[in-house]
């Protein structure tokens, strides 16, 4: 039985309205289901999946329509009819007229809605930028774009790297693109000045840019090339012999550039190795598993996946023996750190291997399939879970009701020396380590109430106007005073939580006709709360002379420079480097008997021999 609620009426006439609801439908919605079906990581009842459509496209026309749906149990055909009738009759009688294709989205949409996060439906330009995050590879120019206020142009906010045919052709870091091919950017998107550049590998695009020091535009002609971005911007040696290696993604190639970084420090003298995952949100499992290869010895399980009722479970095992030996390691994750990081962070902690430093991960403990729907269109679905070396699954985004992760909430054993640990919520660091902390008026010079990133529009200035600056370079207290005089002349002003306040009790004084007994107490009070905002501008003075130094090097010399300046001061390296240089720090962490235990804990629980269980 179906009721359908709907805001009817007659102002809209159609006459192609079927056909191209059926086209859309066996085009786009079908496909997405049948994979569901014979795929999913879970068996999903047809009628609670039709529902979903159906749901979804009733919330995204009106509030005020509704449905209710008897559905027909596992009967597949009857529940995609149900739907099909449904759709049909919101395509005639809705008040407004919606495209098919619209319609047929809101119901995928819909469908989406019940499955986990992971799952998604990736159609033109969400494809493109998928492909792009996996493959590591397009045709284009090669640099970051950001749209900046109060122009509302297109910045260059960063070169991928030197390579990349706009460096090569003399496109600089903080440049602004006012037009394209002659097209003005002005209130362009960022996506769409990225598709206008974007294109075929051997096809010239033309670039207008304002640049600082250079009073007129200037042209250059770029020739498209496929573009690789880099999985491992920056890798150095320290001076105690630490090696440390920065992988962004895990796409194609990843563990070939992992490699060759392992190989130039080993050369050096390597004796131990910090490998950052912060902020990577994974990408491809071979490649996971491959760079997991560097570091366990031949034969280790480093991961095994389990698709529906634990069909299909496939391990991934060690086929080396590993380049960087028993050498001291530590992983660097914070709470960006996603799949495939948490694939490699966990093998390496399950086997004893190396320590994990950081904030806990994600937890996306799942596998992605992609599959083809049409040429313009794919199917991101989650087929498996994946289960470390302990046998947990870190998985914290399924569903709640999924077979797969639902005894992963207990305890676990690592490999080698028996540590307790943890299923269903993530990588839990050996340590626990916090980065920088931003703040409201760091936020606030960076752009987030306006897209006004003061930060860019200085630092993009300042090479030009201080050409003396070389790669040792350091923003002090002059470089700091120089930014607080230009942030006077571009109408900046700093609004603390406590003057935000003020504003409202102005706002209600105003309003409760009050202004002449209170004018004066209040402007004592704003006196009084700049006082503290000053103080506040003080507090955040390093914090400050931290991204100015970083982004200036980065626009006169390029992110490798850049990246060389913050790791020699980052403060969870800076606690690594500590902890991995001393052997009986290093090894202190092994000897605790549950990952994750505070330095109290651990005390307390060497004085109680009852703690540990056999």
Known sequence: VIVIALLAGNLVSKTDAETSVRDELHTYFLPVVRYIKQAYIDEIPPDSLMLSAANGLFHALDAGS?????????????????????????????YYAVRADTLVRFGISGMMSLLDPDTVFMENQNLDNFRIDVDGEYGGLGFRIQVIRPDSAIAVWSLLHDRTPAALAGVKSGDIIIAIDDSATTHMSASDAANLMRGIAGTPVKLTLLRAGRFEPIDITIVRKKVH??????????????????????????AAEVESALDDILAQGSKR??????GNTGGYLHEA??????????????????????????????????????RPLMLLVDGYSASA???????????DRGLVLGQP???????????????????????????????????????????????????????????????????????????????????QLGGWRNIDNKFFRYTREYPAKHPEINRDFVADDTVLKEFREFLDTSEFSYVSDLETQLLKLEEKV?????????????????????????????????????KLSF???????????????DVARDPQVEMAREIIASPEKYDSYFRRIEIGMTDEEAIAALNDTSSYKQ
């Open 341 to 351: 990081s948490e694939i490699v962070s966990g093998a390496m902690q399950d086997w």
């Open 66 to 94: 509704d449905i209710s749906w008897n559905g027909s149990g596992n009967d597949w055909r009857t529940n995609f009819i149900m739907f099909e009738k449904i759709i049909r009759q919101v395509d005639r009688k809705a």
């Open 361 to 443: 991960t994600i937890g996306k403990g799942s596998v992605q399939k992609t599959v083809f729907v049409s040429e313009k269109a794919e199917l991101k679905l989650t087929v498996a879970a994946y289960f470390i070396p302990s046998g947990r699954s870190i998985d914290k985004r399924m569903r709640k009701d999924s077979t797969l992760v639902a005894l992963s909430d207990r305890e676990f054993r690592t490999r080698h020396r028996g540590r307790v640990v943890h299923g269903a919520n993530g990588i839990t660091p050996d340590i626990q380590g916090t980065g920088r902390k931003g703040t409201p008026l760091y936020a």
């Open 551 to 565: 982004s200036i090097l980065e626009k006169a010399f390029g992110m490798p420079t850049a990246y060389a300046f």
């Open 510 to 546: 105003e309003q409760e006709a009050e202004e002449s007994k209170l004018a004066k107490s209040l402007r004592k009070l704003k006196k009084e709360i700049d006082k503290i905002e000053e103080k506040h501008w003080n507090a955040n003075a390093e914090l400050l002379k931290w």
């Open 289 to 326: 598993v491959r760079i997991a290869d560097f570091f366990l010895p031949k034969d280790h399980l480093v991961v095994y996946t389990a698709g529906r009722a634990f069909e299909d479970t496939t391990k991934y095992i060690t086929k080396h023996d590993p380049k960087f030996g028993d």
């Open 229 to 254: 971005v880099d999985s491992v911007p920056f890798s150095t040696m320290f001076p105690d012999s630490t090696g440390y290696i920065r992988l962004l993604k895990f796409q194609q190639h990843s």
């Open 273 to 278: 190795l910090i490998l950052d995952l912060r």
